[in-house]
């Protein structure tokens, strides 16, 4: 059987498709993908992208279709974190307007733990439609959190496109909204398989198709992506603000949206079934979607091409090669530094608590995007020219 994948794993109840070598996986990641490989409702095969690392019950960079059930863990914590690109009309940026604004950008795009002091507009949040119990406790919190980074990985790139154009890309999810929302059903599907005497592996329990929980995750899980887009938006349009206040002339073109944490009702291989994709992207064919190196490396503009035994979908980034607190005791401060301004990029590393986000950190993105030139198509590469950190 044709399989585009690098590397099957056939010793457990479901393939393993690796986009990947076998060897560049790291034990624990491997461990969970056939913890994934023998859940009774797993569906035809477990997917694995490229740039897969260790994460909590599910690799990151991992993509389970089911049938029956649905994981909350398989979505993950940080519910529709993901992607969005947007065009600016410049063809350059001088180094002064650029540190000027990021300096606004700072001042208006609240990062790490901090949210903003006001509740935002209302209108920027998603209308609550139907019964949604976790989403309506901690609405008025996330008024205060839409329009604000986060911390870790999330990040805010003014980047030189191939194409010719400055671009604009941010990275981060749906705050302390989504985080309760998943920690709260993953609750529940402990307790419930617990008394149903279905002790799911660890970080995998998960809802059964009959259980009242089920449709209720899928609609919170779904505010959560559509206030994920909100939060992204939100803080698009403040970055845009300080582009037109330091360039007035500038214009923005092709938005670009993209989540990879989450769960959805999709048809493969004749049947429908829930593609749970955690660190992984969505790649139809011609669909546009962003693979972000880290702060030091390129990042790219791609189409997918629609391939079904990856169940459609792609990585969704360099992914990690080492844990935050290894890379804080193994990386060299000035090196990681040197190197990003040996390349002119404005960058986030001040200190030896910054360097869980340096590019050392991360996997090499060309490897990478090698390894997974049948999944995608490359469109646009973008260089990083200045860098903001949650």
Same mark, same amino acid.
């Given at each position: 059987m044709h399989t585009s994948a690098k590397a099957v794993i056939e010793t457990e109840?479901?393939?393993?498709?690796?986009?990947?070598?076998?060897?560049?996986?790291?034990?624990?990641a491997l461990e969970q993908a056939r913890n994934l490989a023998n859940l009774p409702f797993a569906f035809r095969h477990i997917a694995i992208m490229p740039d897969t690392h260790q994460g909590y019950g599910m690799p990151i960079g991992a993509v389970l279709a089911t049938k029956g059930a649905i994981v909350p863990n398989a979505v993950g914590v940080d519910i529709g974190c993901g992607m969005c690109s947007l065009r600016t009309t410049l063809e350059?940026?001088?180094?002064?307007?650029?540190?000027?604004?990021?300096?606004?950008?700072?001042?208006t795009v609240p990062v790490g733990f901090s949210h903003h002091d006001e509740p935002q507009d209302e209108a920027w949040m998603p209308g609550i439609k139907g019964e949604l119990p976790i989403v309506s406790q901690e609405y008025e919190r996330a008024l205060?959190?839409?329009?604000?980074?986060?911390?870790g990985n999330h990040f805010i790139e003014i980047q030189k *496109? #191939?194409? $010719?154009?400055?671009?604009?890309?941010?990275?981060?999810?749906?705050?302390?909204?989504? %985080?309760?929302?998943?920690? @709260?059903?993953?609750d529940l599907a402990k307790q419930l398989n617990k008394d149903a005497g279905n002790e799911a592996p660890e970080g995998l329990a998960y809802l059964p198709e009959s259980s009242?929980?089920?449709?209720?995750?899928?609609?919170?899980?779904?505010?959560c992506l559509e206030f994920a887009l909100a939060n992204r938006t939100l803080m698009m349009e403040r970055v845009k603000a300080a582009f037109t206040e330091v360039v007035p002339d500038v214009g923005f073109a092709d938005?670009?949206?993209?989540?990879?944490?989450?769960?959805?009702?999709?048809?493969?291989?004749?049947?429908?079934?829930?593609?749970h994709r955690k660190g992984a992207t969505r790649a139809r064919s011609?669909?546009?979607?962003?693979?972000? *190196? #880290?702060? $030091?490396?390129?990042?790219?503009?791609?189409?997918?091409?629609?391939?079904?035994?990856? %169940?459609e979908s792609c990585? @969704?980034?360099?992914?990690?090669?080492?844990?935050?607190?290894?890379?804080?005791?193994?990386?060299?401060?000035?090196?990681?530094?040197?190197?990003?301004?040996?390349?002119?990029?404005?960058?986030?590393?001040?200190?030896?608590?910054?360097?869980?986000?340096?590019?050392?950190?991360?996997?090499d993105i060309d490897e990478v995007m090698q390894n997974q030139t049948d999944l995608v198509e490359v469109q646009v590469e973008l260089q990083p020219l200045a860098v903001i950190k949650g």
């Amino acid at each position: 059987m044709h399989t585009s994948a690098k590397a099957v794993i056939e010793t457990e109840a479901l393939p393993i498709k690796l986009w990947l070598a076998e060897e560049q996986m790291e034990a624990g990641a491997l461990e969970q993908a056939r913890n994934l490989a023998n859940l009774p409702f797993a569906f035809r095969h477990i997917a694995i992208m490229p740039d897969t690392h260790q994460g909590y019950g599910m690799p990151i960079g991992a993509v389970l279709a089911t049938k029956g059930a649905i994981v909350p863990n398989a979505v993950g914590v940080d519910i529709g974190c993901g992607m969005c690109s947007l065009r600016t009309t410049l063809e350059e940026i001088d180094t002064n307007d650029l540190k000027a604004i990021m300096k606004i950008v700072r001042e208006t795009v609240p990062v790490g733990f901090s949210h903003h002091d006001e509740p935002q507009d209302e209108a920027w949040m998603p209308g609550i439609k139907g019964e949604l119990p976790i989403v309506s406790q901690e609405y008025e919190r996330a008024l205060y959190q839409v329009g604000t980074l986060g911390s870790g990985n999330h990040f805010i790139e003014i980047q030189k *496109g #191939s194409d $010719g154009y400055i671009w604009i890309m941010i990275h981060s999810g749906s705050r302390n909204l989504g %985080f309760t929302v998943a920690n @709260h059903y993953d609750d529940l599907a402990k307790q419930l398989n617990k008394d149903a005497g279905n002790e799911a592996p660890e970080g995998l329990a998960y809802l059964p198709e009959s259980s009242e929980y089920f449709n209720l995750y899928q609609d919170e899980m779904n505010y959560c992506l559509e206030f994920a887009l909100a939060n992204r938006t939100l803080m698009m349009e403040r970055v845009k603000a300080a582009f037109t206040e330091v360039v007035p002339d500038v214009g923005f073109a092709d938005f670009i949206n993209k989540p990879h944490n989450f769960a959805a009702e999709e048809k493969h291989f004749g049947e429908t079934v829930i593609v749970h994709r955690k660190g992984a992207t969505r790649a139809r064919s011609g669909e546009w979607g962003m693979i972000p *190196g #880290s702060q $030091g490396t390129r990042s790219f503009l791609v189409k997918g091409k629609g391939e079904a035994q990856s %169940f459609e979908s792609c990585s @969704h980034g360099a992914g990690r090669i080492m844990s935050r607190s290894q890379a804080r005791k193994r990386l060299d401060l000035k090196e990681e530094v040197g190197a990003l301004k040996r390349q002119g990029i404005l960058h986030a590393i001040r200190n030896q608590r910054d360097l869980d986000e340096a590019p050392g950190s991360y996997k090499d993105i060309d490897e990478v995007m090698q390894n997974q030139t049948d999944l995608v198509e490359v469109q646009v590469e973008l260089q990083p020219l200045a860098v903001i950190k949650g």
